[in-house]
């Protein structure tokens, strides 16, 4: 039996590389200095999906919703193995909590024909969790949160480990199932270089805009949307048109998007700044590192 997975993968700021440069005044992030990537996660869930995919048939679909520029990550699936990739972009989604997040997945993914949908388990930046769960609430599905290995896929069943911190528990459930998925699961491929070289040209109709007008400076309104729909259609039946859903072609209910959406409010903003306080210089000898290790036996920094 083949199954058809849809994987949620955001694009997010590279959390590792924050420096005093990239914070704003106001302690918040300047997202714009930040190098943005696949949140390490997700790659972990499309990487289960390429799996199930190679193993059993059935298609992956990537969705990311973000700013125009997410497109990036979606052709890095594409890359790797995705067989489609839509992107949720609309100024109406700004400003959305991870309720109104999980809404605006929810109604994109209904849109699909699905058997297993996967999550990471958190993103980098919100670093909350939650959308997964919400989105599996929304749906209206069963979630598994935590899942380290696929044991068993049999039909409609399926079988699971999933990490409890002290330990792991096997979960067995029936599809449609949701899937949040972590680090430790697997060791996500990298791109494929043959994918590589078909794929770099996929773009999204908001990208085909930005290019056909680059390209005709001299093109009047008329002709541009003339050289956009013949672009746009060229890609499409070459399989290179990354989709471009907005919150009317999901049919979503704006009262549940963006700010109106979005219940929570951030009252205090407090930027914690990581600094030792002292170093200190290690012989690198054997002498050296045994004192390093017998000081941090000492501190019960380790046993
Ligand atoms: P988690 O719940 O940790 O993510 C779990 C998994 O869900 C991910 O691994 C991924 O698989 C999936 N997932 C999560 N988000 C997405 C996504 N966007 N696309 C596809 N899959 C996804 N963020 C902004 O970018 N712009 C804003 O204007 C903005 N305004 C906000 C306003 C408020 C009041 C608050 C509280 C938050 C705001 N955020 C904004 C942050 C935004 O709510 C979260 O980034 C988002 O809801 C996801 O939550 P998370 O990062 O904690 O994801």
């Given amino acids: 039996m083949a199954y058809n997975c849809v994987v949620l993968a955001k694009q997010v700021p590279d959390t590792k590389r924050i420096t005093g440069q990239v914070m704003n005044d106001d302690g918040t992030v300047n997202r714009s200095a930040l190098l943005a ?56 989604c700004a400003a959305s909590d991870t309720l109104a997040t999980s809404y605006i997945l929810s109604c994109a993914v209904k849109k699909l024909d699905y058997d297993i949908v996967l999550c990471g388990r958190q993103a980098i930046d919100g670093d909350t969790a939650q959308v997964g769960p919400q989105l599996a609430e929304k749906l209206g599905i069963t979630q598994i949160t935590y899942v380290e290995e696929l044991t068993e896929l049999n039909g409609k069943t399926i079988t699971l480990r999933r990490n409890i911190g002290n330990g792991w528990q096997q979960v067995k459930t029936t599809l449609p199932v949701l899937l949040t998925v972590i680090s430790d699961a697997n060791e996500p491929r990298v791109a494929a270089a043959k994918k590589m070289m078909k794929y770099k040209n996929a773009l999204t109709p908001i990208e085909i805009e930005k290019k056909v007008k680059s390209e005709n400076l001299q093109a009047d309104e008329a002709e541009i949307k003339e050289l956009i729909t013949h672009k746009c259609s060229e890609l499409k039946e070459k399989g290179l048109l990354i989709k471009h859903w907005d919150l009317n072609f999901i049919g979503a209910d704006l009262s549940w998007c963006g700010r109106s959406g979005s219940p929570t409010q951030v009252h205090r903003i407090q930027s914690v700044v990581l600094a030792a306080k002292e170093s200190k210089n290690i012989e690198p000898s054997d002498d050296g590192i045994a004192d390093m290790v017998h000081e941090l036996i000492e501190d019960k920094i380790i046993a």
Avoid: H, W, Y
């Avoid at 499309?46 to 799996?51: G, I, N, R, S």
């Avoid at 520029?69 to 594409?78: E, G």
């Fill in 37 to 92: 990537i696949f949140n390490p996660e997700d790659l972990n869930a499309l990487e289960l999906a390429l799996q199930i995919k190679d193993k059993f048939g059935g298609q992956v679909t990537v969705i990311s919703m973000g700013p125009p520029t997410a497109a990036a990550i979606l052709r890095d699936s594409l890359f790797r193995g995705a067989d489609d990739a839509i992107l949720i972009t609309d100024p109406r």
